[in-house]
C-alpha cells in the first residue's frame, strides 16, 4: 500500500486543537481510554469468534503496555478484532462523527470538567494528543486476507495512511511523548495510572516489571462479579467513566446477584446529568450484555424499556446461549424475566431516592422526567409505579421548581372534591394566566400543570389515581359538585337570559365553533374556549401541526361568563338590535381573544388588527 496523507474533517481539526492546547489539567485520562479501546477491540473478537471458529482458540486475549524512556515511547498493544483499511479511515479520521459537534458544543472552559466529557463523546482515543507529539497505529484485522495498516499523524491537520508489518491480528498504538509528557514513561506511574483506572478491564493488563518479565498489573475478575462489599466509591465511579461513558458521579448505583431459577450479575448505574443524545432520534440504551463474562452487545434494547434508556450498566446472564442473536432476544423467555427484574429494582430505587433524599430526586426528575412519563403510555404492568414517581408543576407551587407527586395532590384536595384537575400548556406561564383557572383559583382548588410536550399523549390513559379521576380543566362542561354549587346556579339562571345572544354568536361563529353556552368557569375573562370531553385539547393540536402531522378539523365550544361587563353589554346590544354591524366585529374579537389567552395566534390576525385599530379609533373619538 502506498503512502497517503489525508485531511481531518473541519470539526475534529478544531476538537484536536482543543484536546492539545486546552484539556490540560486532566491528562492522565489518555492511559484509560486507550487501554478502553483495546478492551473493546478484545471483546469484539471473542464475540465475533462464537460465529467464526477460525478467530478462536490463539493467544490468551490480552493487553500489554511497554514503555521505553529512552526512546520517549509507550505503546499500547491488543490481539484483538484489529482493523481494516476503511476501518482505520472511519474510526480514527473522522473523530467520533456526529459525537464530536456535540462534543464542542459541551465544552464549558473548565478544564476538568471537559476531560470528563472525553469518553462520554467517543473522542477518547484523541485524548493522547495532549501528550504525544506523535503517534502511530499500527493494526491488522482478524479473519481477512488484507495485511496490516499504519497510521500516523501529530495531531495538527492531516494524518498519514500506509502499509505496515505485524504479526497476527489486533492494534498497535505508539505513543511518542512531547519532552515535558516524559513522566508517563515511568514504570511506577503508568502502573498506577491502570491500577486507578482500569483495574476493572475483563483482559489483563501486562507491563514489565522491574526484571524485565510482564505481570499482569490489574484484577481480571470483572467488577460487577466481585462482591459488593470488596469495591470502593471510587472503583464503582471509575467503572461508571471507563466502561459505560458516565460523566460525573453517577446519581444511584446498583449492584446485584440473582441466584436461584435465573442466574445473573447487574451493576447498574442512573446518572445524574442526562446525555446529549436522550431524546435524539439514534439515541442509544446504556446496558451492556455479558453471557458468561463472554461480551456479546451494547445498547441493549431488550434489557430495559426504552423510557429506561438513560440507565447505564452491565448485565451478565449465565442462562442465555453464548451465540445469542437480537432476534433470539426478542422472544426468549429469560430475557423477558430479567428485564422484568431489572426495571423493578430501577422502579424501587427511583422511589427510595424520591423518599429519603427529595431534593436529589427533583434534580433528577427534571433531567429525566420527561422519559420517564413516556412508560405510562408503554408500560401498563408498572404505571401504579410510574405514577408514585410521576412529579408536576403545580398552582399551589410558587416557582417552576415546586414539584408535586399525585399523592401529595391527594392529601391537599378539598374535602369535596372528587376529581384530580390539570391543565396542559406550552409553558407554566401560559398556564397559570389560562382563564379556565379562574373558577379554581378562587376556590382554592389545586391544578396540575402539565408542560411537557409528551404529557397530553400519557396522560389520557391514565384513568384515575386511588379512584380519583384525573380531568382537564380546558375540556367538556364543568361540574365541581358541592364546591361549584353558587356558581352553578347562577349559570342554569343566566342560560335562559343569554340564550338569544348565545344563538346569535354560534351564528356568527358557525364556521369555529362547535357550540355557545354559558359557564360557570370564568370569574375575570369574558369568554373562554374547551374542547369536547374527549377531543383532542390545544395543546396537543399545536404539537401535531409542529410534527408536520394534520390534525383533524375540530370545532370547539366557546363559553361565556354571563357577569362580565362586556357580555353584559354585547347582550343588551344584541337584545336592541340583533342585526347591528358591530356585533359581528365584537364576537370575532372576543373569539380571537379566548385563542390568545390559551397562548395560539389570531384566528386571523390582520383582520383581528383592523378590528382593534378601528375600535382604537372610535374610543379616542369619543365615539
Known amino acids: ?31 484509560r481510554e486507550l487501554i478502553s479501546n483495546a478492551s473493546d477491540a478484545l471483546d469484539k473478537l471473542r464475540f465475533e469468534a462464537l460465529t467464526d471458529a477460525s478467530l478462536g482458540g490463539g493467544a490468551e486475549l490480552a493487553v500489554r503496555v511497554k514503555l521505553d524512556k529512552a526512546a520517549k515511547t509507550i505503546t499500547i498493544s491488543d490481539n484483538g478484532i484489529g482493523m481494516t483499511r476503511d476501518e482505520v479511515i472511519e474510526n480514527l479520521g473522522t473523530i467520533a462523527r456526529s459525537g464530536s459537534k456535540a462534543f464542542l458544543e459541551k465544552m464549558t472552559g473548565d478544564q476538568r470538567s471537559d476531560s470528563n466529557l472525553i469518553g462520554q463523546f467517543g473522542v477518547g482515543f484523541y485524548s493522547v494528543f495532549m501528550v504525544a507529539g506523535s503517534v502511530k497505529v499500527v493494526t491488522r484485522r482478524a479473519g481477512g486476507d488484507a495485511g496490516a495498516v499504519m ?41 498506577s495510572l491502570i491500577k486507578k483506572y482500569s483495574d476493572f478491564i475483563a483482559f489483563p493488563i501486562y507491563l514489565p516489571n522491574d ?25 464503582y465511579e471509575e467503572f461508571y467513566h471507563q466502561a459505560l461513558g458516565g460523566h460525573g458521579k453517577p446519581l444511584c448505583t446498583m449492584h446485584n446477584k440473582a441466584e436461584g431459577v435465573l442466574e445473573y450479575s447487574s451493576l447498574l448505574f442512573i446518572p445524574a446529568q442526562p446525555a446529549f443524545d436522550l431524546f435524539s432520534y439514534e439515541r442509544k440504551h446504556g446496558v451492556k450484555l455479558y453471557v458468561k463474562r463472554v461480551f456479546i452487545m451494547d ?31 426478542q422472544k426468549n423467555a429469560t430475557m423477558e424475566r430479567i428485564s422484568k427484574a431489572l426495571v423493578s429494582k430501577i422502579l424501587g430505587k427511583l422511589k427510595e431516592l424520591a423518599e429519603s433524599e427529595p431534593q436529589a430526586y427533583k434534580d433528577f426528575w427534571k433531567n429525566f ?16 409505579k410510574l405514577l408514585e414517581l410521576a412529579r408536576f408543576q403545580s398552582s399551589m407551587g410558587d416557582t417552576a421548581d415546586d414539584l408535586a407527586s399525585l399523592k401529595q395532590y391527594v392529601g391537599r384536595m378539598r374535602e369535596d372534591q372528587k376529581e384530580i384537575y390539570y391543565i396542559t400548556a406550552e409553558t407554566r406561564d401560559i398556564a397559570q394566566k389560562s382563564p379556565h383557572l379562574e373558577i379554581f383559583r378562587a376556590k ?56 338569544g345572544l348565545s344563538g346569535r354568536i354560534k351564528e356568527i361563529l358557525a364556521d369555529l365553533v362547535e357550540d355557545v353556552r354559558v359557564t360557570s368557569r370564568l370569574k375575570d375573562s369574558p369568554a373562554c374556549l374547551v374542547a369536547g370531553a374527549n377531543a383532542a385539547g390545544a395543546h396537543i393540536e399545536k404539537i401535531m401541526k ?23 353589554n354585547i ?34 390576525p390582520a383582520a383581528y388588527s383592523k378590528r382593534v385599530n378601528a375600535m382604537l379609533a372610535k374610543v379616542t373619538q369619543g365615539g
Open 1 to 31: 500500500m502506498q503512502s497517503q496523507s489525508m485531511e481531518f474533517q473541519t470539526e475534529a481539526k478544531q476538537l484536536l486543537h482543543l484536546m492539545i492546547h486546552s484539556l490540560y489539567s486532566h491528562k492522565e485520562v489518555f492511559l
Open 151 to 191: 497510521w500516523e499523524s501529530s495531531g495538527e491537520s492531516s494524518y498519514t495512511l500506509s502499509g505496515a508489518e505485524r504479526e497476527g491480528h489486533g492494534t498497535d498504538v505508539i505513543i511518542y511523548l512531547k519532552d515535558d509528557e516524559i513522566e508517563y514513561a515511568e514504570a511506577w506511574q503508568a502502573r
Open 211 to 235: 526484571k524485565g518479565e510482564e505481570e499482569a498489573v490489574n484484577q481480571t475478575k470483572p467488577l460487577w462479579l466481585r462482591a459488593a462489599s470488596e469495591i470502593t466509591p471510587e472503583q
Open 299 to 329: 445498547n441493549c434494547k431488550e434489557l430495559l424499556p426504552e423510557y429506561l434508556r438513560f440507565v447505564r450498566g452491565v448485565v451478565d446472564s449465565e442462562d442465555l446461549p453464548l451465540n445469542v442473536s437480537r432476534e433470539m432476544l
Open 369 to 384: 422526567g420527561a422519559a420517564l412519563k413516556e412508560g405510562l403510555h408503554s408500560d401498563y404492568e408498572n404505571r401504579d
Open 444 to 499: 382554592s382548588i389545586e391544578v396540575l400543570y402539565l408542560v411537557d410536550p409528551i404529557d397530553e399523549w400519557v396522560i389520557g390513559g391514565i384513568n384515575n389515581y386511588e379512584g380519583k379521576p384525573l380531568k382537564p380543566v380546558n375540556r367538556g362542561d364543568l361540574d365541581l359538585g358541592p364546591l361549584g354549587k353558587e356558581e352553578a346556579e347562577k349559570q342554569e339562571a343566566a342560560k335562559s337570559e343569554l340564550r
Open 546 to 568: 409542529a410534527m408536520g402531522q394534520e390534525v383533524p378539523a375540530a370545532k370547539r365550544v366557546l363559553e361565556i361568563n354571563a357577569e362580565h361587563p362586556i357580555i353584559v
Open 571 to 604: 347582550n343588551a346590544r344584541n337584545a336592541e338590535n340583533p342585526a347591528a354591524p358591530e356585533l359581528e366585529d365584537w364576537v370575532r374579537l372576543l373569539y380571537d381573544g379566548a385563542l390568545i389567552a390559551e397562548g395560539r395566534p389570531a384566528e386571523d
